[in-house]
T-cell receptor, first 113, second 113 residues
């Protein structure tokens, strides 16, 4: 079945770069997403990448997609304490509108000053 | 402001009681979703609805029920048949279109004792 895997924890120092990795199994995935969840809150979409792209950059965020290895990564440059949160990778595959996303278990990013 | 509202933020119930969680959106989205989040488990899909008066079971639908009588509203009932109802419940919606970005509400934390 479809599955999305992420490492559970990442700890970095303020000002360093963070790299959060994700692997997925559904080769038909059309879009891949990164969401951020702060404590006690809902999920906020950070960025997404279409499956025919290799890279997408959005300010401090860089998404890299290796479709052959089904590997997705999110790099946060100049990580700040406000970036401390849980980051979820998610995939979607259907051509039908409203297809449910499949989420990984989330990576908890801890940023120390 | 457009968005998704969930109420209440915190809900306490005694074991054996049914409880209904509210989810309303004014984004004019066709599709709506309910997820359950437990620590270290990521998000698991309970039910989703792609159109009014229609809904489908997700991965963990047992012990839950939903209705979709209006486009804006997708309430979730946690029944007494749900064995472990204590969790954080997240509602989301998504538009029809080329990709399936989901917008999340702030969540409801349900505690059953």
């Amino acid at each position: 079945g479809e599955d999305v895997e992420q490492s559970l924890f990442l700890s970095v120092r303020e000002g360093d770069s963070s790299v959060i990795n994700c692997t997925y199994t559904d080769s038909s995935s059309t879009y891949l997403y990164w969401y951020k969840q702060e404590p006690g809150a809902g999920l906020q979409l950070l960025t997404y990448i279409f499956s025919n792209m290799d890279m997408k950059q959005d300010q401090r965020l860089t998404v890299l997609l290796n479709k052959k290895d089904k590997h997705l990564s999110l790099r946060i440059a100049d990580t700040q304490t406000g970036d401390s949160a849980i980051y979820f990778c998610a995939e979607s595959g259907g051509v039908q509108a409203g297809t449910a996303l499949i989420f990984g278990k989330g990576t908890t990013l801890s940023v120390s000053s | 402001d457009g968005g998704i509202t969930q109420s209440p933020k915190y809900l306490f119930r005694k074991e054996g009681q049914n409880v209904t969680l509210s989810c309303e959106q004014n984004l004019n989205h066709d599709a709506m979703y309910w997820y359950r989040q437990d620590p270290g488990q990521g998000l698991r899909l309970i039910y989703y609805s792609q159109i009014v008066n229609d809904f489908q079971k997700g991965d963990i639908a047992e012990g839950y029920s939903v209705s979709r009588e209006k486009k804006e509203s997708f309430p979730l009932t946690v029944t007494s048949a749900q064995k472990n109802p204590t969790a954080f419940y997240l509602c989301a919606s998504s538009p029809s279109g080329a990709y399936y970005e989901q917008y999340f509400g702030p969540g409801t934390r349900l505690t059953v004792t």
